[in-house]
């Protein structure tokens, strides 16, 4: 707190400790409703009974003892599936943020280095996608990567020149990350523009006055300093990829089926709660593992040249 | 031949010509400044030399002549068109300091011989080398946003320094900074320069800092140099009312000559009288012209009614020729106390308004000349310089 707000709270004689209730108070509040609470509510589940006709068995049981255990932890660990499926999705949501990166760093800082109404109307663009619902969006591509459309058509005209046999892209891996990437994308964009934006083009003009060439000035200038946008985007982009179930379950098929899709399946086909919750929080705890990891070879280090 | 050479040189932006026709050679070891008002061209001037721009070709020129006629930067032999800022042995220290945020103040020094490949080992000794020549050795692990404004400036500096550049541009290095500490890094500039042996030039709009620093000063305006020389002989014998104007403060009386008798001639002052004048280049009898006199060598004194021998002294000036001070009368109307020396502005009786300093000096309380005293106006006849128009 500044020296001139703390002599205010002095003059007006509030406690400083109610202050900073206030102040810390209100977000940690926000953060304990949304965030931890579903979450305790979640690990709570985990530990239940699952119900003879789905949900979760009563808390105690007609002899009055808490009905609680770990067997659905068991349950993780009683086939390698769910490792494998854990690695896919991670592998899928990581292939997703990388193409997103790629596709969106050069047009945000295109967007950046246009003119002002050229800016706006790209800006726009990017944002075009959301007035139309998301469902419609992915049907519109399940015809895309349909067998009829130029896609696969092409594909496997280039396919036959090589001698291969026709393939298709609907209901395929290639099909779920192309539609993760496409519906991803403006989270990469906007935070990565805003970031952008802001650098002081003296920068890039002292990097240059001291040698740097194009290529030497984006790697020491301009990609170090928009590190924060590009980790904002790809957290954007890689926590919802990951437990994403909507697009594989549309256009995966069998092969593309995801995490996500495993964890709906409990709570609403196979009905068992509290294997949802274990995979749940095993999806929550792997994600902010990832995002702590990244953020942290995001920081910038006090290193000798 | 002169190390940068500037031949020549335009650029105009849309309809507005920011830099029109300038030549100007710089010799190595000098300190060199572009002095003048901001929007004058020397910044335009200061990027084109850097290769942030480009001189206009001289494309409104036909056929034969147009190559002698297009602007060339020529840099110790080497003519600089089409070779891009990174490849120019010359560095800049921005007015915002552009240091790199993300890199610590070692790692800011470091990175042009980092671009320049320079191996670890060498990095390291000439880091440290800079770091000591601007006395910041030991906050080399330190972000920039934990330095202060004259510490980021040294920082530049030393970024700038480390590769040993043929020239060093300064933009209006000091302008963000203090009074005292600007004050502190003019004289530390000026003996960085002497030590390293740098050519640096200077853009700045401060007059007073342009005269501390230089060797010598080109004052411009509207894109056009108005006048090149040491800062002693721009002050003293400013070549037009603009420079007389614009490097410090300065009385410029218009009038005609009217007389002349051997070292001294008459020179008619409009509306004021004739008065006594050191004579000059350019100082024919009938020549029309203005006198530029600096306030500190004008002397002012009370004069009333009970200072009789003042009256008789006024009709000396009217005696042309002979006197070695003009005087004249007039009226306190404000005056500017600023510790060291106060500015008094005088009206004459004309309605002609002249500015004269006084250094308050006299020991003990110094009495000050209030507003409406009545006061005699003195100088001597070479104080002035002549400008002819």
Wanted: hydrophobic letters at 50%; one cysteine or more; aromatic letters at 8%.
């Amino acid at each position: 707190m500044t020296a001139a707000a703390a002599s205010l709270v002095q003059r007006r004689s509030i406690p400083l400790v109610r202050v900073g209730l206030l102040v810390r108070g209100l977000p940690a509040l926000y953060l304990w409703i949304f965030f931890a609470l579903p979450c305790l509510l979640m690990v709570l589940a985990s530990l239940r009974v699952a119900g003879e006709f789905g949900g979760l068995a009563p808390l105690f049981s007609e002899s009055g003892r808490l009905n609680l255990t770990v067997a659905s932890y068991g349950e993780l660990f009683s086939t390698f599936i769910y490792f494998e499926l854990f690695l896919k999705s991670l592998l899928y949501a990581l292939i997703t943020t990388v193409v997103c990166l790629a596709l969106a760093y050069p047009l945000a800082l295109a967007i950046v280095r246009a003119g002002k109404t050229w800016r706006d109307l790209l800006l726009l663009l990017v944002i075009l996608p959301f007035w139309s619902n998301f469902l419609i969006r992915v049907y519109a591509w399940m015809i895309i990567l349909g067998p009829d459309w130029v896609m696969t058509r092409g594909l496997n005209a280039v396919r036959g020149w090589f001698g291969a046999e026709p393939t298709t892209l609907m209901f395929s891996p290639i099909a779920v990350i192309i539609v993760l990437v496409y519906v991803h994308l403006p989270f990469m964009v906007l935070p990565l523009y805003a970031n952008l934006e802001k650098h002081d083009p003296a920068l890039i003009d002292a990097a240059q006055d001291l040698g740097a060439n194009a290529r030497q000035r984006f790697r020491h200038i301009t990609w170090p300093l928009s590190l924060p946008g590009v980790f904002a985007g790809s957290a954007l982009v890689f926590i919802p990829a990951f437990g994403i179930f909507a697009v594989p379950d549309l256009v995966g098929g069998t092969n593309g089926i995801m995490i996500g899709n495993v964890i709906k399946q409990q709570f609403l086909e196979t009905r068992n709660w509290p294997f949802g919750s274990v995979l749940s929080l095993v999806l929550t705890v792997v994600a902010l593992a990832c995002t702590a990891l990244a953020a942290r070879a995001a920081r910038p280090r006090r290193e000798a040249p | 031949m002169a190390l940068l050479e500037i031949q020549n040189v335009t650029r105009r932006f849309g309809t507005m010509t920011a830099v029109d026709g300038v030549s100007l050679s710089i010799e190595a070891g000098e300190f060199f400044t572009l002095l003048g008002p901001s929007g004058c061209g020397k910044t335009s001037l200061l990027r084109m030399i850097a290769g942030f721009d480009a001189p206009d070709n001289g494309g409104a020129n036909s056929g034969t002549n147009r190559d002698t006629s297009r602007g060339r930067i020529v840099l110790d032999g080497q003519d600089l068109t089409g070779v891009p800022p990174e490849r120019r042995p010359v560095r800049t220290v921005f007015q915002s300091y552009a240091l790199f945020p993300h890199m610590t103040v070692a790692a800011n020094v470091a990175f042009p011989l980092k671009m320049a490949h320079t191996s670890a080992d060498a990095i390291a000794g000439k880091v440290k080398e800079a770091l000591a020549d601007v006395q910041l050795t030991s906050l080399a692990m330190r972000f920039p946003h934990e330095l202060s404004g004259g510490q980021r400036q040294r920082v530049a500096i030393a970024r700038a320094l480390v590769t040993h550049p043929t020239m060093m541009l300064l933009d209006e290095p000091l302008a963000a900074l203090d009074a005292k500490l600007r004050e502190q890094l003019q004289i530390e500039l000026i003996n960085l320069q002497k030590e390293v042996g740098i050519t640096f030039i200077y853009v700045t709009h401060d007059q007073s800092e342009a005269l501390a620093l230089s060797h010598r000063i080109a004052v411009m305006n509207q894109g056009r140099i108005e006048q090149l020389d040491e800062p002693s002989k721009l002050y003293s014998f400013p070549a037009n009312r603009f420079v007389a104007d614009f490097l410090g403060q300065c009385n410029i009386l218009d009038g005609t000559v009217a007389a002349r008798d051997g070292n001294r001639c008459t020179f008619e002052l409009t509306r004021i009288g004739p008065i006594t004048v050191a004579v000059e280049d350019g100082m024919a009898v009938g020549a029309r012209g203005a006198l530029a006199l600096r306030p500190e060598k004008v002397s002012i004194s009370a004069a009333g009614p009970q200072y009789g021998a003042q009256d008789r002294s006024q009709s000396t000036a009217s005696g042309a020729g002979g006197a070695d001070e003009n005087h004249l009368r007039g009226r306190v109307t404000d005056f500017l106390y600023s510790g060291d020396v106060t500015l008094y502005v005088i009206e004459l009786a004309s309605g002609q308004r002249l500015e004269a300093l006084r250094a308050n000096s006299a020991p003990g309380r110094t009495r000050f000349l209030e507003v409406g005293d009545t006061v005699d106006v003195a100088w001597r006849f070479d104080a002035g310089h002549f400008i002819r128009e």
